[in-house]
């Protein structure tokens, strides 16, 4: 008799959570990170963050840096508590895990994520692979005249520490077209904190607060020059400006967006017009831009159309028009308010005049890797890429490496970095460079501090 499957989107920022027999798709969501509270001096671990209250200086400890898992000790904390009865209430030693792994992730983390689920964990069975790889298996790509997913698609995985272009033919990654830049919602979210800190208050030990600001109020722009300059012309009054009241959590309130409509339709109270306030202008669409333009902080890489065009431009060239219609965007980043529709306007830019460029963009774009997951785990395919704990003690690291890594194709290296000059908003085209050379095995990647 089959074990029970528990699917875990292990991601950087929040770990989705359930069981596949479950009649929902609707995961659990967990903080993937030990936070400790200046407050009331209080630590939490993963679930137990809905018990804290005063968000103000939060200091976080991650298991995952620069996009790989690196503190074991603070991951298997949180997913202690997780498994727990006051969590997901699960026995492991009675279940079958699927989990999500980093892409490109290194042999050394691949064989203690195997240890650690078999060895400490006592799992009967577990499978990995890298989220974009169970979207064949979700709704992502679903249409009226299409209940299947496409041979040839492309998924924008734009996530907590990077964003990644991923080419899948009939439902296998080509790795050798898998393209990394890289900015991700942890690298927003601190250029944020340094403009606000420079510009209002200081914000730098504020992660969530500012986290709240980037979600709130940050868009991406379909003009950026035209948005800038109605910002430089008036920067307290103009149709693009908000004001974010900051939060109190002494008296239990959250920070709230204040438009220039609500200011209109009513007086402030003396209450209201003393409450602290971020004035957010031209931060609202500058921040959200790196994702198009990376250069525009010292970054030379080139920016999300850019890299798309060069990754397709890798696969075989009698089907790479089929890869500019099928375009998935996944991942907390593509969020942002016109991502998609400046995407789609810059692609058909770079895209060859005869192809149709199409993207999709799922209801909750954060979710749909652990929803292609479940989907994934309710197939016959699951059977045959478990890996037993039998097998695990008898053959060792080396039955998974064979049956996660070889079926993959993926080799161990790193994704190539999409890198160029940036983009020239004076007119026409961007310009495309050559990436440089994929990152060598084991080299540290670039990334900013929490």
Not at 231 to 259: A, H, M, W
């Amino acid at each position: 008799m089959a074990c029970p499957v528990l699917v875990l989107d292990n991601g950087a920022s929040t770990i989705k959570a359930g069981y596949a027999s479950s009649e929902s798709d609707a995961p659990m969501s967990i903080p993937n990170a030990i936070v400790r509270s200046k407050a009331d001096k209080k630590m939490y671990i993963g679930p137990d963050m809905i018990n804290c209250h005063d968000y103000f200086a939060l200091h976080y400890r991650l298991p995952f840096d620069r996009g790989y898992l690196t503190d074991w000790d603070t991951e298997k904390a949180i997913w202690d508590l997780s498994f727990s009865k006051s969590a997901l209430s699960a026995d492991p030693r009675e279940l079958s895990l699927l989990v999500t792994e980093p892409y490109f992730n290194l042999p050394a983390i691949k064989d203690t994520y195997d240890q650690l689920i078999f060895e400490e964990y006592e799992f009967q069975s577990y499978s990995r692979g890298s989220p974009a790889s169970f979207i064949p298996y979700g709704v992502l790509f679903n249409e009226n005249d299409r209940h299947s997913s496409p041979e040839c698609m492309l998924i924008v995985d734009s996530g907590f520490s990077f964003t990644h272009v991923v080419p899948l033919l009939s439902g296998k990654i080509v790795w050798s077209g898998v393209r990394r830049i890289d900015v991700g919602g942890k690298f927003l979210t601190n250029q944020l904190k340094e403009v606000i800190s420079y510009r209002h208050y200081n914000m730098m030990d504020q992660t969530y607060i500012v986290n709240d600001i980037k979600e709130k109020c940050c868009y991406v722009s379909q003009s950026f020059e035209s948005d800038l300059l109605t910002c430089r012309n008036n920067p307290r009054n103009n149709k693009i400006v908000q004001e974010y009241v900051l939060p109190d959590f002494s008296i239990n309130r959250l920070g709230f967006v204040r438009t220039s409509a609500d200011k209109s339709t009513r007086a402030l109270s003396d209450e209201e017009a003393k409450m602290p306030v971020v004035y957010m202008g031209n931060e609202r669409f500058s921040v959200p831009e790196l994702l198009f333009n990376p250069s525009d902080i010292g970054l030379e890489q080139a920016g999300l159309p850019e890299t798309i065009a060069h990754s397709i431009s890798s696969l075989p060239q009698d089907l790479q028009g089929m890869f500019w219609a099928n375009i998935g965007l996944i991942g907390g980043n593509v969020m942002f308010p016109g991502l998609d529709i400046r995407l789609r306007a810059e692609l058909r830019q770079l895209a060859p005049v005869d192809s149709d460029v199409r993207t999709f963009k799922p209801r909750d774009p954060i979710v749909q890797a652990y929803q292609s997951a479940w989907a994934f785990a309710k197939t016959p395919h699951l059977q045959g890429q478990l890996v037993t704990r039998a097998e695990y003690l008898e053959f060792g690291v080396n039955i998974c490496r064979r049956k996660f890594g070889e079926h993959d194709g993926q080799v161990a290296g790193g994704a190539e970095l999409a890198t160029a000059s940036g983009g020239d908003r004076t007119g026409g085209r961007r310009r495309m460079s050559r990436p440089n050379n994929p990152p060598t095995k084991g080299k540290p990647e670039q990334a900013t501090s929490e």
